[in-house]
């Protein structure tokens, strides 16, 4: 087996979603940590050479070289199935093709909403130093609500423990690690929602150790934006 | 193996690619049409009963109902394997990578761009029966221009034949349909863009009769709307 390269910012929501399915499975990689706040991936050698997407995560499995955070997990789970205990990408098709249902769900339903709130509420106000504008905060916070609604009522309602069903996948992993993000946006996903509330910190509880490890910055940075509020 | 009833809209994207690949696999399915355009699927009963997401495409095979259409094909390559030629969808895992890393990308990076364009500069004039916003339409424009360059820049050059390499794979199928809608819209995808009228040629022509067949209400649509203004 060639050497494995995970190439990630954990403060990229997907790059922590594989980063804890990494380390859950026991997946030997070389860790290549790839810093977006330096520009380093935007360069034309960045693109031919390292990833043509010029984004992160993405995977060097000897010269193999893979993007898209969905594609991974499943590449992973097949290159390493002797590893990647089953419940994280279920063998049985229909188990499988009811992780893979929410896989292909999130792209424009998790992964969209939270994430847009999350660049207009931090991330552009960061750099230019002016709030946000109200009216457009406003659009992006009901389709973040959206999001939450239908997490809870398609997706965890009325009696899944897990977002694709009875057992934890990677599904929880990609969708646990969406929801954080938003927390930097000063957003608590888990207010008045009892479901996910008790979802999310089963999810927390069950990748443990590894879900602090991959969350540690951040926790870092909610921390010190709640203190600079002090 | 129980009846697979397939429900789909030929005037959905993601409906016509399952369609074409039912048929090009020759995988025996109940036709199920619903007529997005009545409204069938706005009811409780719809979204219980057939399909939570109240959206087209989805499957039931037996009891077991799938939605989404990246989860769908990959579930029928894998339960009807001996029907399926395996170049539509790969049982190499490299190969199979490759595939998945166009179907985990599109949904943002060409569904997203093509499906708003379309939205925006013919339904919603033709429900509103007023012209769209201009400003709104260029920056749509835009984004439908980044899809087509990424597709030629990222996908298709400098050597791929197809979208996931030399082959050809539910990944054309994927991305033409998609880009098929925006006809209605009174954009050519292929104008001044010879690799990808090259490439959408090819997948016609690969797919035919079966990619005609899924056309054939877009196609007439598209002609009702040539000799209205002429």
Redesign the interface.
């Known amino acids: 087996m060639p050497v494995l390269k995970y190439y990630y910012d954990l403060l990229s929501q997907p790059s922590r979603a594989i980063y804890i399915f990494l380390k859950l499975a026991n997946i030997p990689f070389q860790s290549c940590p790839v810093a977006l706040r330096t520009g380093e991936h935007q360069t034309e050698d960045f693109k031919s050479s390292m990833n043509?997407?010029q984004k992160v995560p993405f995977i060097h499995h000897g010269d193999?070289k893979?993007?898209?955070?969905?594609?991974?997990v499943?590449?992973l789970a097949?290159?390493y199935r002797d590893l990647v205990p089953d419940k994280w990408y279920p063998a049985e098709?229909?188990a499988?093709?009811?992780v893979?249902?929410y896989?292909?769900?999130q792209?424009?339903n998790t992964?969209?909403p939270c994430a847009t709130y999350f660049f207009y509420k931090y991330i552009i106000p960061a750099m230019t130093k002016s709030p946000p504008d109200e009216t457009e905060l406003g659009k992006l916070e009901s389709n973040l609500v959206t999001c939450l609604d239908q997490l809870e009522d398609?997706w965890l309602s009325p009696a899944s423990k897990y977002i694709a069903g009875d057992s934890i996948s990677v599904a929880d992993i990609f969708a646990a690690c969406e929801l954080e993000q938003t927390r930097l946006a000063s957003y608590d996903v888990t207010k008045n929602r009892p479901i996910l509330k008790a979802w999310l910190e089963r999810v927390r509880e069950e990748c443990n150790p590894a879900y602090s490890e991959a969350h540690a910055v951040l926790n870092k940075l909610v921390a010190k934006k709640s203190q600079s509020k002090l």
């Open positions: 043509r997407f193999f893979l993007a898209e955070s969905v594609a991974i499943r590449y097949r290159e098709s229909k499988q093709a009811r893979d249902e896989l292909a769900w792209h424009a992964r969209i398609l």
